[in-house]
């Protein structure tokens, strides 16, 4: 078993930056593929914001690209999400998740508790 824990988040004013962290701890069996961060703000479905695949690529929605950027740990036990030039729009829940995989293959996708991020204006 995997699992996933946020930190990082918090209130912040308009422009300003945060650095969201997930911690990945487990079982080494399974290895890490693709990372993401998510978000889901009041009412409103989850949003995908970024992806670190298993490759390197490195993909951003695009709200994102250009304030934020993701990063990971080289032993991939931990992964990253800087967001720069924050806006009240950016206030939600924020999401990590993983796929882990074993012997090449993907067993499933794991999801972290969630951090609050508030951004006045």
């Known amino acids: 078993q995997v699992s996933l824990v946020e930190s990082g988040g918090g209130l912040v004013q308009y422009g300003g930056s945060l650095r969201l962290s997930c911690e990945i701890s487990g079982d080494d069996s399974f290895s890490i593929s693709d990372m993401r961060w998510w978000r889901q703000a009041p009412g409103e479905e989850r949003e995908w914001v970024a992806a670190?695949?298993?490759?390197?690529?490195?993909i951003y929605g695009d709200f994102a690209r250009g304030r934020f950027a993701i990063s990971a740990d080289t032993s991939k036990k931990a992964f990253y999400l800087q967001m720069n030039s924050l806006k009240p729009e950016d206030t939600a829940v924020y999401f990590c998740n993983v796929d882990v995989s074993r012997e090449g293959i993907i067993r499933g996708s794991v999801w972290g508790q969630g951090t609050q991020v508030t951004v006045s204006s």
């Open positions: 670190l695949t298993h490759g390197n690529t490195v």
